[in-house]
């Protein structure tokens, strides 16, 4: 199904210049995960300090950018600059899933936002990529099929925030938007789960 995923090789062809640049500078790929994961802390951090305050929402777009944007780096210098390593898999993997859990969960402190549908849609993204990853211990090539991957997680959560940030009221209308999260989650834990029972051995 479709995703913002499918927009990635274009996103990388933007930024490989940097990315040339970093790795002459003896950045790692896996120095660029860890700072991906401090970042999205960070702003979770924030989130959670200020009770959600309008400030710290309008920082999630950005924040989620250049957490995608170092995502995006790192699998680079990774596989062009020969920097791929057993470490910087689980560094990246688990990275993913603890930015999520950091990124996300707090918007169940909103003011009239479901808390249980949140930690629903935040324990089904894990599940999401541990979709991809199993994929993996069959044989197969790590799955990112949507509708509800990464990015398209990012794209959610960033419009949301950005919608609430400037002043749009938290009501009833969160329960329908979390909801309809939720099933994309689940649309994308069969998808990428077909896919890899599908898939020929890598």
């Known amino acids: 199904m479709a995703s913002v995923y499918d927009l990635k090789p274009?996103?990388?062809?933007?930024?490989?210049?940097?990315?040339?640049?970093?790795?002459?500078?003896?950045?790692?790929?896996?120095?660029?995960?860890?700072?991906?994961?401090?970042?999205?802390l960070a702003e979770g951090g924030a989130i959670l300090a200020s009770g959600a305050a309008r400030w710290s929402l309008l920082l999630l777009p950005p924040v989620l950018f250049a957490r995608m944007a170092l995502n995006a780096i790192d699998g680079m210098l990774a596989r062009e600059f020969n920097q791929g390593s057993r470490r910087g898999a689980v560094l990246n993997e688990l990275g993913d899933v603890m930015s999520d859990t950091a990124l996300y969960l707090p918007f169940a402190i909103l003011?009239?936002?479901?808390?249980l549908l949140v930690g629903l849609v935040v324990a089904l993204a894990v599940m999401t990529e541990m979709a991809g990853v199993v994929a993996v211990q069959i044989g197969a090539v790590r799955r990112y099929d949507g509708p509800f991957g990464k990015s398209d997680r990012a794209l959610a959560f960033g419009t949301l925030a950005f919608i609430l940030g400037l002043g749009g009221r938290a009501s009833g209308w969160l329960n329908v938007v979390f909801a309809l999260m939720a099933v994309a989650a689940?649309?994308?834990?069969?998808?990428?789960?077909?896919?890899?029972?599908?898939?020929?051995?890598?």
């Open 10 to 40: 274009r996103f990388q062809a933007l930024l490989r210049p940097l990315c040339r640049t970093l790795a002459r500078a003896g950045v790692t790929a896996n120095q660029v995960t860890i700072a991906a994961a401090v970042i999205s």
């Open 111 to 115: 003011p009239a936002a479901p808390a």
């Open 186 to 202: 689940l649309v994308t834990i069969v998808n990428r789960a077909r896919a890899a029972l599908r898939s020929p051995p890598a």
